[in-house]
């Protein structure tokens, strides 16, 4: 089984970028997660991650049928404890840093945890920052807390600074998923320059010229989902933007 978390580190110790596609069970089933599994597997991003903010009981479903199509490895983003499966290849092991609601810090994780030490599942530990994206995100009502709001950099800098040093081995910047407004270039060049551990940012990315200028301020992994429910053919020009940039 691939060691998600080594290959993350591996690639930006080459100056590499990585790419992941989210996929929500509930909206992407069927016909249509087998059409754009066929895609992933011709574009090849780094990741499918599988999960959403609600309350599903597709995810073991899609993540099996996913791994039956595909070899890139299926990472999961939980929205809840509810969405756990142990055939995973690997979990986002999310606290929702950013928020003060201690079901969505500590309390959802400790009640998975014994569950994930039996399927020896990989769990990385994650801290997840939402960022107002200028849209109501699923992640604030079903989290119950509100955004950083995407003016208070030094907020949003110092929450990333904040995980870290709590022991987070990765930073999430999130936008939350359909947001009018990606995170800001200059808040992820700020988060950057003060963590040292790889930075995901995701949300509201729906062109390839946001997304080389998310990787250009220094996003390691960028995650997109919304976009490809509707184009998925996008999946192959945004997989390749990072090769391209590794290129240049
Ligand atoms: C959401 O960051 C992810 O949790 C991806 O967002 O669906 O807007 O691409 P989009």
Same mark, same amino acid.
């Given at each position: 089984m691939a060691n998600v978390y080594q290959h993350i580190i591996e690639s930006c110790r080459r100056g590499e970028k990585l790419f992941a596609v989210l996929i929500d069970p509930e909206k992407c089933n069927g016909e249509s997660l087998l059409s754009f599994v066929e895609k992933i597997n011709e574009a090849l991003p780094d990741f499918v991650l599988v999960g959403g903010s609600q309350l599903t009981e597709n995810v073991e479903k899609t993540v099996v049928f996913i791994q039956q199509h595909t070899k890139v490895p299926v990472v999961l983003f939980p929205g809840?404890?509810?969405?756990?499966?142990?055939?995973?290849?690997?979990?986002?092991?999310? @606290?929702?840093?950013?928020?003060?609601?201690p079901d969505f810090l500590i309390g959802q994780q400790v009640a998975v945890a014994s569950k994930l030490r039996e399927a020896q599942i990989e769990a990385i530990s994650t801290g997840y920052i939402l960022i107002d994206g200028a849209t109501e995100s699923a992640v604030t009502k079903m989290s119950k807390t509100q955004p950083i709001d995407a003016e208070n950099v030094d907020l949003i800098v110092n929450t990333a600074l904040a995980g870290e040093l709590i022991g987070n081995k990765l930073i999430y910047l999130e936008a939350? @998923?359909?947001?009018?407004?990606?995170?800001a270039t200059e808040t992820i060049r700020k988060v950057k320059s003060v963590c040292q551990v790889p930075i995901i940012v995701g949300g509201g990315i729906c062109s390839v010229e946001q997304l080389e200028k998310a990787y250009r301020a220094g996003a390691d992994l960028v995650v997109v989902g919304n976009?490809?429910?509707?184009?998925?053919?996008?999946l192959f020009s945004f997989v390749q933007c990072k090769r391209t940039l590794l290129e240049r």
């Open positions: 809840n404890i509810h969405q756990f499966t142990p055939k995973a290849d690997a979990i986002l092991f999310l @606290s929702l840093i950013s928020g003060r609601n939350g @998923s359909g947001a009018k407004c990606p995170v976009h490809f429910e509707k184009n998925p053919n996008d």
